[in-house]
């Protein structure tokens, strides 16, 4: 038997499956989408090259990309993939889609964990372009949903300003992230990205283009952020920045226990000393949890970064400080970095929101179940950051929404196993099931861009009033059902 040349890179990997004759498909499948005859596809495809300024993408090397997302566990295979170049090619895909009742799924750059960008027989839409759209209105930035993250950061901190949250991985589009929530490590001063987005352009699935805000519109500005695409297409979007500051004293906290881990947050977070820093996140590693806290500073201010460290120092202990230079540009390049160390790898993601009681009572149950330490091979990580609920702007699928508790943590379980190790998986899989059962049980919430698998039952339980509300929207809004069918809302 001859020896398969090595992997080294995910072209390298897609290669590898043309040259093997087909992709692992691994996860539900789901029901595939039929054309109403076989000489359909053909003149939807004719018809939107003739009409859209955008292209169909026939790679096949793009073509074996676009069947998976990041969490490679779903595989589907869309029939049309189209890169529209405006919003008027977005308007004419779904004028033809609703006229062909073809199903259009919309993807940004498909860092979803349970198939949440992928097209099962229909169109994929994919809205991630390589020039950002930005401009200054004011005090206000408009940005276009297909900008990337960090295209968006680097022109702000041109201009000495910065977004009020971002996460750890930049090269998300905007699109994507609003449409799950999008966390960082000033959430617990900010909340997340959708609370931080004072208006937006949303083109619904007929193809009218409607603008919403917290007065105008507001149900389907509400339902729109975080709603995984099922009532429009958010085109602009409008954002507050902030002053960038460059330099970022960072500080390391080492917990050994859960119990430490809990006292340590209470103590950073505590309202007398919240005020000083402007920076929290921790993870857990090798049976410890370390907290990184951290201020930014506008440039190397000595005198100010030794006042802050006595204030640090009055308050918890720490084992290392280090001054990095744009902090957030950096965290990119080690959570890039680091993702890539694990090679061509299943994602099996998802974070859990809780308020500190409950988070603590979460990682107890965790720990102890599934043993984390007996799974270092395949969960390397345990990332938790903090969120504001008093900065959240009421949108009910955010997954800080409705909870009592000033301050919510989100804990996510990241496991990594080897791409084809169906054992692994299925102990990974089985692991966040029982999480899901916890969240559930505790009355936190899981985050949706990731392996939730929720049932029908399990939506009404965490969403209740707010999953039927969605559901008639996307009735009233998407009534064939032609926007990211089976997404999220079922039997529409």
């Known amino acids: 038997m001859s020896r398969q ?73 869309p029939r049309l993939i189209v890169v529209p170049e405006n919003d008027e090619d977005i308007r004419i895909i779904f004028q033809v889609a609703e006229k062909y009742q073809v199903p259009v799924s919309l993807r940004g750059a498909g860092h979803t964990c349970y198939g949440q960008s992928l097209s099962d027989g229909g169109i ?78 949303l083109l619904l699935p007929d193809g009218s283009r409607m603008r919403c805000s917290p007065q105008e519109n507001s149900d389907l500005f509400r339902y729109s952020l975080c709603g995984l695409g099922q009532l429009g297409f958010i085109s602009k979007v409008k954002i507050k920045p902030i002053q960038y500051r460059q330099f970022t004293s960072v500080f390391y906290v080492l917990c050994t226990s859960v119990k430490d881990f809990i006292k340590g947050v209470k103590a950073i977070l505590h309202p007398d000393f919240i005020r000083e820093i402007d920076h929290f996140s921790s993870y857990w590693l090798n049976g410890s949890f370390i907290i990184e ?80 330490s007996h799974f270092q091979n395949i969960l390397p990580a345990l990332y938790i950051v903090a969120c504001d609920t008093a900065e959240t702007g009421g949108i009910p699928f955010s997954p800080t929404y409705g909870s009592t508790s000033k301050m919510v943590y989100s804990v996510g379980f990241y496991y990594m196993v080897k791409y084809g190790d169906k054992k692994q998986l299925q102990t990974a899989e089985d692991h966040h099931k029982q999480y899901m059962r916890n969240c559930l049980d505790l009355k936190g919430r899981p985050y949706l861009y990731g392996w939730h698998g929720l049932s029908e039952e399990q939506k009404k339980q965490f969403y209740g009033a707010d999953y039927l509300k969605l559901k008639a929207l996307k009735k009233q809004y998407d009534p064939q059902n032609i926007l990211n069918p089976g997404v999220f809302v079922e039997n529409v």
């Open 5 to 77: 040349p090595p992997v080294t890179s995910r072209r390298d990997f897609l290669r590898y499956l043309s040259f093997a004759g087909g992709s692992l498909a691994v996860g539900d499948m789901g029901a595939l989408f039929k054309f109403k005859d076989s000489a359909t596809p053909e003149m939807v495809g004719d018809i939107l090259k003739q009409r859209i300024k955008g292209r169909l993408v026939k790679d096949h090397l793009l073509v074996e990309e676009f069947k998976t997302d990041f969490g490679r566990t779903i595989h589907k295979e």
């Open 124 to 201: 994929l839409l994919v809205n991630n372009r390589e020039n950002p759209d930005i401009a200054m209105e004011g005090d206000q930035v408009s940005v276009h949903s297909s900008t990337q993250w960090f295209a968006l950061e680097r022109k702000l901190n041109e201009q000495g300003l910065t977004s009020p949250v971002l996460t750890d991985y930049l090269n998300l589009t905007l699109g994507g992230t609003l449409s799950v929530g999008g966390y960082g490590l000033r959430s617990f001063q900010y909340g997340a990205q959708v609370d931080n987005i004072s208006e937006l352009e």
């Open 293 to 372: 806290i951290g201020k930014s500073f506008s440039e190397e201010n000595k005198t100010e970064q030794e006042a802050l460290k006595k204030k640090v120092q009055s308050q918890i202990a720490f084992y290392k400080n280090a001054v990095i230079k744009d902090y957030h540009l950096y965290l990119h390049k080690v959570r890039e970095n680091w993702v890539e160390r694990y090679g061509i790898s299943h994602h099996i993601w998802e974070d859990y929101i809780f308020g500190i009681e409950e988070l603590e009572e979460f990682l107890n149950r965790a720990i102890t179940t599934t043993k984390i």
